[in-house]
C-alpha cells in the first residue's frame, strides 16, 4: 500500500513535462516560417504563447492564445492553437536579420509555465521561385551548374538542407513557391 502515492506522483510529473518543439528553424530574410509544438493531451484549453529571449526567465511574449483555437496576431506573429490535434503553429513575417534569436513555446500554467526553446535563425534570400498548383506534390531542387540538365542538386525539398563551412542553402515552401535563402 505504500508505494501508492509515489506512483501517482510519478504519473502526475510525468504528464507536466509534455511539450515539445523543434530545436530550430530558419527563415528567409523578408519572408516568415512556421513553427509548430506539441503539447500532451489535457492541455487544450490552456493558454499558449511564443516569447523571445536566450534566457527564459526574462523572455518577452510576442503573441499568446486566449485558451481557444482562434487565430490570434500581434505585430508580425500569429498563433493558433489546434486542440483536437494537441498542437500550437506560430508563424513569424516579414522576417529580418535581427529576429535571429531563441524563442519559446510555452504554455501558461499554475507555478512554473511549460516551455521549450526554439533557435531561429534569419537569412538572405538567393532566389525565390514560384509554380502552379499541378506542380504542388513534386520535389523542388536547388542545382549548381551551367545547365539543368546536368546540374548536381545542393538542396530539395522538404527540409534538406546542404550546409558548408560558413553556410547553409535550404528551401521554405510556402504558398506555391519556394524560398533558397543562405545564411552565414
Given amino acids: 500500500m505504500w508505494l501508492l502515492p509515489p506512483l501517482l506522483l510519478l504519473?502526475?510529473?510525468g504528464s507536466s513535462a509534455g511539450i515539445t518543439g523543434p530545436e530550430e528553424v530558419?527563415?528567409?530574410?523578408?519572408?516568415?516560417?512556421?513553427?509548430?509544438?506539441?503539447?500532451?493531451?489535457?492541455?487544450e484549453t490552456y493558454v499558449k504563447y511564443w516569447c523571445r529571449g536566450a534566457d527564459w526567465s526574462s523572455c518577452k511574449t510576442l503573441v499568446r492564445t486566449a485558451g481557444s483555437e482562434w487565430e490570434v496576431k500581434e505585430d508580425r506573429a500569429f498563433i493558433r492553437d489546434n486542440q483536437t490535434s494537441c498542437a500550437f503553429t506560430v508563424t513569424m513575417e516579414k522576417l529580418r536579420r535581427e529576429d535571429t534569436d531563441t524563442y519559446w513555446c510555452a504554455i501558461e500554467k499554475t507555478g512554473a509555465d511549460l516551455n521549450v526553446p526554439v533557435r531561429?535563425?534569419?537569412?538572405p534570400v538567393i532566389?525565390?521561385?514560384?509554380?502552379?498548383?499541378?506542380?504542388?506534390?513534386?520535389?523542388?531542387?536547388?542545382?549548381?551548374?551551367?545547365?539543368g540538365?546536368?546540374?548536381?542538386?545542393?538542396?530539395?525539398?522538404?527540409g534538406s538542407e546542404q550546409k558548408g563551412r560558413k553556410s547553409a542553402v535550404y528551401i521554405s515552401q510556402e504558398r506555391r513557391s519556394f524560398t533558397v535563402a543562405l545564411h552565414d
Fill in 120 to 123: 531561429v535563425t534569419v537569412g
Fill in 26 to 43: 530558419r527563415g528567409p530574410e523578408g519572408g516568415s516560417l512556421t513553427v509548430q509544438c506539441y503539447y500532451d493531451p489535457g492541455w
Fill in 127 to 147: 532566389a525565390q521561385c514560384h509554380y502552379g498548383p499541378q506542380w504542388e506534390t513534386h520535389v523542388e531542387q536547388w542545382c549548381g551548374g551551367a545547365d
Fill in 11 to 13: 504519473i502526475i510529473s
Fill in 149 to 158: 540538365s546536368g546540374c548536381s542538386v545542393l538542396v530539395q525539398s522538404p
